[in-house]
């Protein structure tokens, strides 16, 4: 039987050191979405989650500078890409009005 990847102990063990590493140097935020990251209730869409730069399912290791601290939300939209998914911003145009002031 396969057992997860995510559930052994190399994992849980790095996964712990990224965590204290981020709490050591005050990350309070995600670094893509800018979101205020509660360390303290898990399965929040604002929770902490260790995410790895170069995804595992592309050769990433779970080494710590392959890791870093990114919230739920982006951590679950990004998959295996670089970044996660965003929605473009249209760019401002002006508005058109009729009149010719």
């Not at 709490?23 to 995600?30: D, G, M, P, S, V």
């Not at 893509?32 to 990251?37: G, I, K, S």
């Amino acid at each position: 039987m396969a057992t997860s990847r995510t559930g052994t102990s190399q994992w849980k063990k790095a996964r712990s050191q990224a965590i204290n590493r981020a709490l050591r140097l005050e990350q309070h935020t995600c670094p893509f979405c800018n979101t205020e990251l509660n360390y303290q209730q898990g399965r929040q869409p604002n929770s902490p989650e260790v995410d790895h730069i170069v995804p595992h399912s592309k050769g990433g290791t779970n080494d710590p500078s392959n890791l870093r601290i990114i919230c739920r939300r982006c951590n679950q939209s990004r998959g295996n890409r670089t970044a996660p998914k965003t929605k473009a911003r249209p760019s401002p145009t002006p508005l058109r009005v009729s009149r010719k002031w």
